[in-house]
């Protein structure tokens, strides 16, 4: 295809994520340097009856004429980085001169607002992940041993916790595990305890916010390897009955090898969505437990009156150089692919 | 011929009396149907409960005294002299102004479909046919895209949106989300049109067509069955969109998703969280009708990206 | 009708050379065969007379005019493809009018074009056929009645018998040169099946890596190949080779001796056509213990395991012999081709 005939083809879709996505993180870039407006204050003097008293005041007028002139506030270099809210290098300095053993350095870096996020982040991505592999290959090879008549309907439910929209389906759970809710109630019946409350500690919040990742995920990798042991090869298969493998040694040895360039794709699919996790905070109502960095970006322009945007561009820049290490090795591996094809 | 096979097989298995080749052990079959019936009803029971639940009274859907009353409807009964009440659902679409939202979601969700296939079967036909090195930057350029948090983007936009004075309207979250969800057309797209041989359109070319024609009369009347997997998850990424839709568009232009939650601020405290029950079971019946008319294509379009590595 | 001319040209992707400085003169009504293994640049060179490919460098040139620039839309060919490129949502009267419609022939002229074209090609009673409801042969006539339909200065076809059986293969290939031979057009047919090649071609050109290794006729190619490629890929079984010395006009390998050929000392290759050879009793250049035995039906095979290479001739269907036995054949001076061991050139002989 000439180059100008594939231009004019693909100058829409090119146009639209240039735009809005590419230039958006630019734009973070350029907004993360920069930090809002100190409050200008005048000196108002009030008389009344008494007497004079002298107040000091926002100067709403002036403050409103500064955001207009430099919407994006005034210049801060790397400072937001650095602050408390952020890397908090100071801190981190601080904490480790005060603290002994790694344990404790851990335990109260872990306090600080982005470690906090970022160690959430990182447990939900590389907890959550496996076990959507291991749950989802496991349901695959329990519908494949199915009769063909409950194959249908069995995949219609399954694919419900995975169609349906990540806040409604937390709030659905949340409702259930609230101790009012059937699964609360009984886990407080169970256990004896009328105080127990999945929400109130904070390992038990993680836990919650695991399980829910990995049953609205496992789905996905069931469909996937549901179809992947659709394809493995026959001949393959039966050359292993006829050389005598048992059938576990038969999963062992061609299933498993058959489809794990699918666990690399699911692997990395999750690896992507979880990274963002985000809903799930809001539908369980977690945030004083388990904040990620998507969470803390939205808490940063939304929480607040104004919204503090060299905050969360700040937290979007670093999750940003997260994505990208996360990606770098599949990166490196298509660029590899690319290569030995060309 | 037979009988040495025959004898082989007394051979090998001496002892053991066999059913037939390919019959599985008994326990095997308990082990995964036990099994894929508890996933089944971790998968659906959720959903079911909650949709029963949304026609009774809080009181029984949130029972403190026994789960059962939220299956009996005593306090429903007790309340509204019957065993099944619209009471939150009323609540929700009139008091609330839910269908506001209903249709707000509606707008969105065809306006982001249509841009997003269009878009993307260009672009993605595109890709699949030119054989210049640049093909590949664009299409791993869409796959860090992809990786992208949405919320990352969205601080990105906040502050210039709020400058050109366009924050707030249903168009910008459309085109946003058209944006968003390119990356992932244009892959999938791209490889359905991998599939479809490159004889058809060349022969349309040589037959007399400039690949525009090529691309209209020869490829687009095959297309169909891709462009819909790719517009149901066009569709469910619009539909289930919290992120841009709930902080890019004002309190009235809001959508489904983003409604639910402002449900949670503020009417959950005043105890009408039935409101929000009957929203998410509303919000919740469109999917169970999709999942049962396009179940296949669901399918086909989770797997297209696995199937070629 | 018009002469097609290729001067020079070359195809390359990136570092990668696809097509080498093809040069060749394609007669008007010529029927020309691009013979090769696959990745040898003969559907490249047939795509970029098409307008499928751009021409690195080069021209192409076609009844006298440069098209290097054209659009295949613009060039004036029709083309027959491997998978056939039929339109699935048309009937076969529609797939087959399809040129003619965006090609903006007029209207009254359709039906009649479309009707000679289907009558060649025998489908009426499939005209209103979807290309689903077709057998593979069937779809093959419907891309090449949509090729004929609009009288075009050249024919291309790009492997057009390779997704049928063997059965429907020859008596496709029949139905083309028939066809051919009717329209008289300039024709350009790439294989890589050289059965075809030979059967079809008025002239053949073999290639391999990108470059032409010989243009001839058939028979040219077949009794004189130019170097070891062309001889070990012509011929049903492809020619014997065997790599040994000549020194004083005797040829000496790993049991093969052949006196009397003209050719200066030194390492060459030998190659000599199964069929040319014959089994004797004694005294034959070739004494070794037979390595198989095949029926082949009208006849049989003998092969003997020669150093690295497989040889074999050709004898009478009847004759028999055990695996290990000695076995002697007549391979006479006369019938053997020398190569040049470095090269693969053949020398002359």
């Known amino acids: 295809m000439p180059h100008r005939t594939f231009s004019l083809f693909i100058l829409p879709s090119l146009l639209a994520m240039l735009l809005f996505v590419a230039l958006p993180i630019g734009s973070v870039i350029y907004q993360s340097l920069f930090i809002e407006h100190e409050q200008i204050m005048v000196e108002v003097e009030n008389c009344g009856p008494f007497g004079c008293t002298t107040e000091r005041r926002v100067d709403a007028e002036a403050m409103a004429q500064l955001r207009a002139e430099e919407p994006a506030g005034r210049w801060n270099g790397l400072g937001t980085y650095f602050n408390a809210g952020h890397l908090a290098f100071e801190r981190i300095g601080q904490i480790w001169d005060r603290t002994e053993t790694w344990g404790q350095f851990l335990d109260q870096a872990m306090n600080l607002p982005f470690y906090k996020a970022l160690g959430f982040t990182l447990a939900y991505t590389f907890i959550v992940t496996p076990f959507v592999i291991i749950l989802g290959f496991c349901i695959a090879l329990g519908v494949n041993a199915l009769p063909n008549l409950a194959k249908g309907p069995v995949i219609f439910f399954s694919l419900l916790p995975m169609i349906v929209t990540p806040l409604i389906g937390s709030l659905v759970l949340f409702w259930m595990i609230d101790s009012r809710g059937i699964i609360g109630a009984t886990l407080q019946t169970i256990f004896g305890d009328p105080t127990l409350s999945l929400k109130a500690s904070p390992t038990l919040t993680w836990v919650t916010l695991f399980v829910y990742g990995v049953w609205h995920s496992a789905p996905f990798a069931f469909v996937v390897f549901y179809a992947g042991l659709q394809g493995v090869p026959k001949d393959t298969m039966e050359s292993a009955m006829v050389d005598g493998a048992s059938r576990r040694e038969q999963v062992r040895f061609v299933v498993i090898p058959y489809l794990m360039p699918l666990v690399v794709f699911i692997a990395l699919m999750q690896l992507m969505d979880n990274f963002r996790v985000f809903e799930p905070i809001v539908g369980f109502s977690a945030e004083a437990n388990a904040t990620s960095l998507s969470y803390l970006i939205y808490s940063d322009l939304r929480g607040q009156d104004t919204p503090l945007f060299a905050s969360a561009a700040a937290t979007s820049v670093l999750t940003t150089l997260g994505v990208i290490v996360l990606l770098t090795p599949v990166l490196i591996r298509t660029w590899r692919d690319f290569n030995r094809k060309a | ?309 | 009708m018009a002469r097609l001319q290729l001067k020079n040209v070359n195809k390359r992707w990136g570092s990668y050379v696809a097509v080498k400085d093809f040069d060749l003169d394609i007669a008007d009504q010529e029927f020309l065969v691009l013979l090769g293994p696959s990745g040898c640049g003969k559907s490249t060179t047939m795509r970029m007379i098409a307008g499928l490919e751009d021409v690195t460098s080069g021209e192409i040139v076609l009844g006298g005019r440069n098209v290097n620039n054209l659009e295949p839309k613009d060039r004036d060919i029709s083309m027959v493809f491997q998978s056939y490129g039929l339109y699935p949502n048309l009937s076969v009267y529609e797939n087959i009018r399809f040129p003619l419609r965006v090609r903006k022939v007029p209207k009254e002229q359709h039906h009649e074009m479309v009707m000679t074209a289907i009558r060649m090609v025998e489908l009426e009673p499939f005209m209103d056929r979807r290309p689903a409801d077709l057998s593979g042969g069937q779809r093959q006539r419907v891309a090449l009645g949509r090729a004929i339909v609009r009288k075009p200065t050249v024919f291309l076809m790009d492997e057009p018998l390779s997704n049928l059986d063997a059965k429907l293969r020859v008596s496709t290939r029949a139905q083309i040169k028939n066809l051919q031979s009717k329209l008289k057009t300039t024709t350009v047919y790439v294989t890589h099946d050289q059965i075809e090649a030979m059967t079809l071609a008025d002239r053949v050109v073999v290639m391999n890596k990108g470059e032409i290794q010989q243009v001839g006729t058939p028979t040219e190619i077949y009794d004189n190949p130019a170097n070891t490629f062309v001889a070990s890929f012509i011929g049903s079984p492809a020619m014997n080779l065997v790599e040994g010395r000549i020194e004083g006009g005797t040829f000496t390998g790993d049991g093969i001796t052949v006196e009397g050929l003209k050719a200066p000392s030194g390492p060459v290759t030998l190659g000599f056509r199964a069929e040319d050879a014959s089994i004797v009793p004694s005294g034959g250049q070739i004494a070794a213990p037979v390595y198989a035995v095949e029926l082949l039906g009208e006849a049989s095979m003998i092969t003997w395991r020669l150093g690295e290479q497989l040889v074999s001739v050709k004898t009478a269907k009847d004759y028999r012999a055990e695996t290990g036995q000695m076995v002697e054949a007549s391979v006479p001076a006369a019938i053997c081709h020398l190569f040049d061991a470095e090269t693969g050139k053949a020398l002359p002989r």
Not at chain 2, 87 to 92: P, S, V
Not at chain 2, 263 to 280: I, N, R
């Open chain 2, 1 to 309: 011929m037979t009988d040495t096979t025959a004898a082989d097989a007394k051979l090998i298995a001496p002892r053991r009396r066999r059913r037939s080749a390919t019959a599985k052990p008994l326990p095997l079959i308990a082990l995964s149907v036990g099994f894929v019936a508890l996933w089944v009803i971790a998968a659906a029971f959720p959903f079911l409960w909650t949709a029963w639940g949304s026609f009774k009274v809080e009181a029984d859907f949130f029972s403190r005294q026994n789960w059962m009353n939220a299956v009996t409807g005593v306090q429903t009964l007790r309340q509204t002299g019957e065993a099944f009440t619209m009471d939150g659902y009323e609540g929700a679409w009139i008091e609330q102004e839910f269908w506001r939202a209903v249709i707000n979601t509606a707008i969105v969700t065809f306006f982001v479909t249509t841009i997003s296939l269009t878009f993307g079967t260009l672009g993605g036909y595109a890709l699949a046919r030119s054989g210049f090195r640049y093909t590949f930057w664009i299409l791993i350029m869409a796959l860090i895209f992809r990786a992208m948090p949405h919320v990352t983007l969205v601080s990105g936009y906040l502050l210039p949106f709020f400058e050109l004075g366009i924050w707030g309207y249903l168009p910008t979250t459309i085109i946003v989300l058209v944006a968003i969800n390119q990356p992932f057309t244009l892959w999938m797209l791209h490889s359905f049109f991998l599939s479809i041989p490159k004889d058809l359109d060349e022969s349309a070319m040589v037959d007399g067509c400039t690949r525009f024609q090529a691309f209209r009369l020869a490829v687009i009347p095959v297309m169909w069955p891709g462009v819909i997997t790719t517009g149901l998850f066009s569709f469910l990424l619009a539909y289930n969109d919290f992120t841009v839709t709930s902080m890019l568009l004002t309190a009235e232009n809001q959508t489904m998703v983003p409604k639910i939650n402002s449900f949670l601020g503020s009417t959950q405290a005043e105890g009408k969280v039935m409101y929000a029950v009957a929203a998410v079971v509303s919000a919740i019946a469109p999917l169970f009708v999709l999942i049962m008319f396009f179940q296949r294509q669901i399918v086909s379009g989770l797997t297209a990206g696995a199937v070629k590595g």
